[in-house]
């Protein structure tokens, strides 16, 4: 019985060493950093900078003066991030002393320029008007437009354009209107319609079928 108290309190003294040192190794791996960030070509404090340990959630900003505080672990990379400057990553060294460290850390403009933007006011309507009369039109493109609107073109572009659905439809219900209007008997033929003659004769003799080119 002895000899198992004895072994007990042996083993009691050594899992409390053993706790003592892993407390003492988590101890000395956590350090207090802090300091103050500031830009680099004026050393004027710079606030509402994001830093953040890379790698896990956790993270702070600076205040107006500058002046962040953050608790890491030795080998943690810090990493600081502001609009309008370069990101800095900055690595905890694993071999510091103490469990205090302080920085000053600068950041360097990041310089983007963007494209000019030119803002002008709308015209009224008199320069407007004025404008429009007076804009000198090329010659290329006033021939460009009058070929586009030659009657012949479109003619020949209205046949060769697809219908779209009211146009399909209304074609559809046309056929079909004429087919239950002539249901039961023979269908007249154009070709036999003296009508239809004398309008062929009289855009013949205008010469509507002649080539305009």
Excluded: C
Excluded at 88 to 94: C, E, F, N, P, S
């Amino acid at each position: 019985m002895k000899k198992f108290l004895l072994l007990l309190f042996i083993g009691m003294i050594a899992i409390r060493q053993q706790a003592s040192a892993q407390f003492e190794t988590i101890k000395d791996s956590v350090v207090q950093l802090y300091g103050v960030i500031m830009t680099a070509d004026s050393l004027r404090p710079i606030p509402a900078v994001s830093v953040m340990v890379k790698g896990r959630v956790q993270g702070t900003m600076s205040s107006e003066d500058g002046v962040f505080s953050i608790v890491v672990l030795k080998g943690d990379e810090i990493e600081f991030t502001s609009i309008g400057f370069k990101p800095v990553t900055v690595k905890i060294r694993r071999d510091l002393v103490g469990n205090q460290h302080s920085v000053i850390q600068l950041m360097v403009t990041d310089t983007t320029y963007l494209p000019a933007t030119i803002i002008r006011p709308r015209p009224t309507r008199e320069q407007f008007e004025r404008d429009f009369v007076n804009t000198d039109v090329k010659a290329d493109a006033l021939e460009i437009a009058r070929q586009n609107t030659d009657e012949q073109k479109r003619e020949a572009l209205a046949r060769t354009m697809p219908r779209d659905g009211g146009e399909n439809a209304n074609y559809s219900l046309k056929q079909d209107a004429t087919k239950r209007y002539y249901s039961g008997q023979v269908p007249p033929m154009n070709i036999f319609n003296p009508m239809a003659w004398g309008e062929f004769i009289k855009a013949w003799k205008r010469g509507d079928f002649r080539n305009k080119n």
